[in-house]
């Protein structure tokens, strides 16, 4: 299987300072339709996950343009802009290329 | 508005078997991958199984095969996850997911499943 791993692994961050979470897979993510698919999920305190990015750099819809994501071959980013108080959670990275799909062990994001 | 509901999880014995349904509104649930997903308590994320059309068109990770069978009811718009032979380590909050670009888009709220004696 695809080993994805994340970092850090915890993340103090103040709020309306930027944010940055590295994701390395184990496989490039890219297909052969030239598509490469690394998604990217936040799951609040209590609460299911929710994509905020697909095949790499791809808001979901109402996901807040603060959020983005890059990257290419087996190293991805995910860059919150400025963070705010509705930021706090769990942040993973997932690969949908390679079966099965495999997470990351998630990024805590929390407030100093 | 997409929702996925998902019930029938609950407390069963080392052995035991648990049924889980998770219902779909807002899409139709024959246009899409299905997923369930899992999630260990305080843990991370594992891919358990998915279906397309039908059952010829699924695909469970190593650790459930043989002892979950993922279905679909189109007519219903539900997807279920027969859960046989369950061991400890299937302790879970156990998700349903749509998928669009190769990814689960929407996500139901989890039920969760405890195996223990």
């Known amino acids: 299987d695809v080993v994805m791993t994340q970092s850090p692994l915890s993340l103090p961050v103040t709020l309306g300072q930027p944010a940055s979470i590295s994701c390395r897979s184990s496989?490039?993510?890219?297909?052969?339709?030239?598509?490469?698919?690394l998604s990217w999920f936040q799951q609040r305190p209590g609460q299911s996950p929710r994509r905020l990015i697909y095949?790499?750099?791809h808001r979901d819809s109402g996901v807040p343009d603060r959020f983005s994501g890059s990257g290419s071959g087996t190293d991805f980013t995910l860059k919150i802009s400025r963070v705010e108080a509705e930021d706090v959670g769990v942040y993973y990275c997932?690969?949908?290329?390679?079966?099965?799909?495999?997470f990351g062990p998630g990024t805590k994001v929390e407030i100093k | 508005e997409v929702q996925l509901v998902e019930s029938g999880g609950g407390l069963v014995q080392p052995g035991g078997s648990l049924r889980l349904s998770c219902v779909a509104s807002?899409?139709?649930?024959?246009?899409?991958?299905m997923h369930w997903v899992r999630q260990d308590p305080g843990k991370g994320l594992v891919w358990v199984s998915r279906i397309y059309k039908d059952v010829r068109s699924t695909s469970y990770v190593d650790s459930v095969k043989g002892r979950f069978t993922i279905s679909r009811d189109d007519a219903r718009n539900t997807l279920y996850l027969q859960m046989n032979s369950l061991r400890v380590d299937d302790t879970a909050v156990y998700y349903c997911?749509?998928?669009?670009?190769?990814?689960?888009?929407?996500w139901g709220q989890g039920t969760l499943v405890t195996v223990s004696s």
């Open positions: 807002g899409f139709t649930l024959s246009s899409y991958w």
């Open positions: 496989q490039s993510p890219a297909y052969s339709d030239g598509n490469t698919y």
């Open positions: 095949e790499v750099s």
């Open positions: 997911a749509r998928e669009t670009h190769w990814a689960p888009d929407y």
């Open positions: 997932m690969q949908g290329t390679h079966w099965p799909w495999t």
